[in-house]
């Protein structure tokens, strides 16, 4: 994909197809589009009550008010509802990564601008968005058996990857170097532990730890990463 400036007002660029994991398949007609996401409400909204392993089909498409049959047209089972819910809260991250960086100001931001607003909207989401807090880009607790968790957003990627190749994407000239491939899949990887110790400390997720997480980022992605 062509690097595009993170500062543009137009939606945000995703990266190239991944082979598809979630949805079996996507909904056209307005009526099955609500059925759709009436179920990934539900599913969403009964992860934090009962969390991953206490989450059924049946019970997704009984608090979606659709027919269990209608859920298995779009979905596969339990991970393809998981799968497509990520890739939701994905699309949902980068859009809102994109409304901070355009409401930064024109022009392309600092690294350590962009890596701050990828933080502060991974946080808002976590304290707001229902579901979040166990499932993100792929589940963080209670890991049911039959559940790839690893790859709920790319066949062959593992999540933090396949996030990493999005970031890249929309980050533009920024991380156009090739050696920001492996350094953001670093970056990732430092910024899941640290934040998954920031909402275990505080449930609406320890400021310190918040603020040490940026200042990690910030330093790590300062310089342009050698080629690999």
Known sequence: MTPQRAASAAPAPRAPAA?????????????????????LDACAGLLDEVGPAGLTTKEVALRAEVPIGTLYQ????????????????????????????????????STAAFTDHAVDEFVAMKRAVAGFGHLDFGLVD??????????????????????AA??????????????????????MEC???????AFRADPAGDPALVAECKRLLRGYLADTPPAP
Do not use: C, M, W
Request: aromatic residues 6%; hydrophobic residues 50%; neutral net charge.
């Open 142 to 163: 209670a890991v049911p058996a039959e559940v790839d968790d690893l790859h709920l957003l790319d066949a062959e990627l593992d999540n933090n990857a396949a996030v």
């Open 74 to 109: 779009f979905f596969a089972g339990k991970e393809g509802l998981l799968a497509a819910l990520a890739e939701r809260n994905l699309a949902r991250f980068l859009d809102g990564l994109a409304a901070r960086v355009a409401a930064a100001g024109p022009g392309t931001p």
């Open 166 to 187: 999005r970031l890249r994407a929309i980050g533009g000239e920024l991380f156009a170097a090739p050696g920001y491939a492996l350094a953001l899949r670093v970056a």
């Open 19 to 39: 082979p598809a994991v979630g949805a079996r398949r996507r909904p056209v007609q307005q009526r099955s589009q609500e059925r759709y996401e009436r179920l």
């Open 191 to 197: 910024a899941d532990a640290v934040l998954k110790l």
